[in-house]
């Protein structure tokens, strides 16, 4: 790399970083160990970031009235929107957004102010939002809408709008979900290891 090159390089980092990653009321988010947030996407305010998470291109994660949790080796796709839910009188506590630990965030996908489980599958395009719940272990299919308050219980595939229970998931359907995730993980650190950013 030529010297020229190198600063460069150095400024992009700089001017990416400062954009990529935003305050909100004086709170950064929180980044742990051999994270990839791609330099299109944009983290703002109090959103906390387990190690090996991976955020894909033209993301937004906007943890500005409540706080978003991410948790390791989760995946968060491109054109993903992550946002939460503010505190009110009837709300107190409003809905943080909490994502578990080995979850496939497809393309396209929005969530608001709900909880998402381990090992869990969110299909391109689905939309989760206010005070719903998906438990560990469930795929949602494409273009899949969980309403407000609903809870998806553990080891099923969901599926519609709104979503709903279409069958268990078979044996090989739960093994995908982990295995999922950990590709993510190799293709970021690949990334991370490469001068393509």
């Known amino acids: ?12 980092m700089v001017i990416t970083m400062n ?62 929107v992550l946002h939460v839910t503010h505190k009110s009188a009837s709300n107190p506590e409003g809905n943080p957004l909490i994502i578990g630990e080995d979850v496939t965030i497809g393309h396209k996908v929005m969530l608001h102010g709900c909880t998402i489980g381990n090992r869990v599958l969110v299909g391109m395009g689905s939309i989760v939002i206010d005070g719903a719940i998906v438990e560990d272990d469930v795929i949602l299919g494409a273009n899949s809408l969980v309403t407000q308050g609903k809870r998806l219980e553990s080891g099923y595939l969901y599926t519609g709008s709104p979503a709903k229970a279409i069958r268990k998931l078979t044996d090989a359907e739960l093994s995908h979900l982990r295995y999922s995730a950990n590709n993510y993980v190799e293709w970021k650190n690949n990334y991370l290891a490469s001068d393509n950013m």
């Open 1 to 12: 790399m030529s010297y020229l090159t190198a600063i460069f390089y150095f400024f992009f």
């Open 19 to 80: 954009t990529l990653l935003r305050p909100y009321l004086g709170i950064y988010p929180s980044i742990n160990a051999r994270v990839f947030i791609d330099p299109s996407s944009v983290v703002i305010g109090d959103v906390r970031i387990a190690d090996d998470v991976s955020i894909w291109p033209l993301s937004v994660l906007r943890g500005d009235v409540n706080y978003i949790s991410i948790g390791a080796r989760t995946n968060i796709q491109d054109g993903s």
